[in-house]
């Protein structure tokens, strides 16, 4: 198929086809510019513009009437057709069912928040929409809005902002803390205090170069440091590691109460006011609109709403 000329196009008003259009229908300028909502003068000027663009009459005089010429009889249906698959494209509606779906969606994720919500989606998704698949992947902060203008994700999940021009997003929930410990290794009668949490050796999650973790921020507000001996980048080292060695693994509390007890660990609230920022979820400005991408969402905060309630006993 012959590429379009766009630069050629350009030159020529493309309203004069719909004019053309009502003129050869109607063959007549008064009841074409009637059927356009124009003047007679308007209309009379749009047929002597077709006359020199297509090197033809267009309309002649016969007798009473006026009559199209060849090349207008010739060029009709054509031009018919393709105004009305403008009129298609332009006012069809954006359908969507999720029963019939085909699609793939990127999802990024905070290392902890993938194995949180991907296994609930793809349940859901399996009795609701089981054409659509689901493409995961952990993203840091610093790389995550670039994914989202780029295409590579189409949903993002995690710590991230979401108050520029080109992204869109809304908060899901606060987060807590919580750390977990082997009791055969650390006493788990001993008090959690201050003093004893910041000495005991740490385990933590982190998605950049910090010993301190994701936490780094948190501490830094109010001035301490903990006794990082292992920070890794995902939960289930931090976990497997307090499961085996004498240290803490401080996480976000729904990981922690989800997790801990399959690695045998005691639970214990972090004894300081640690303030990490709310899991949002965040998209490109490109995709606010589309159905199936607005459908998605609204699944991801109904199962992240329902679960906080049936789990807020933790948080």
Known sequence: MKPIDHFNLRSFDLNLLIAFDALVSERSVTKAAHRLRIQQPAMSHALATLRILLADEVLVRT?????????????APRVAEMLRQ??????????????????IFRFGFSSELEVFLMPRLTSYLQSHAPGIQLLSRGSPRSEVHTLLDTGALDIAVGCFDFGMERHCGVPL???????????????????????????????????????????????????????????????????????????????????????????????????????????????????????????????????????????SVFL
């Open 173 to 311: 929930y606060e987060q807590t803390l919580a750390c977990c410990f082997n009791p055969d290794l650390i006493d788990p009668d001993a008090p959690l205090t201050i003093e004893r949490y910041l000495t005991l050796p740490h385990a933590l999650m982190t998605l950049k170069d910090d010993i301190q973790g994701c936490l780094s921020e948190a501490l830094g507000r109010i001035g301490q440091k903990l006794n990082v001996v292992l920070a890794a980048s995902d939960f289930l080292t931090a976990l497997a590691t307090a499961a085996t060695a004498p240290v803490l693994a401080t996480l976000p509390s729904r990981i922690a109460h989800q997790h801990a007890e399959h690695f045998g660990l005691t639970l214990r609230p972090v004894p300081l006011d640690l303030r990490i920022p709310a899991v949002s979820m965040v998209w490109s400005v490109r995709s606010d609109r589309d159905p199936a991408a607005m459908w998605l969402r609204n699944v991801v905060t109904s199962l992240l709403k329902n679960d906080i309630q049936t789990s």
């Open 63 to 75: 007798g009473a009437v006026m009559l199209p010429t060849a090349k207008a009889v010739a060029m």
């Open 86 to 103: 403008v009129q298609v494209i332009l006012t069809a509606e954006d359908r969507f069912n999720p029963e019939t779906e085909k699609r």
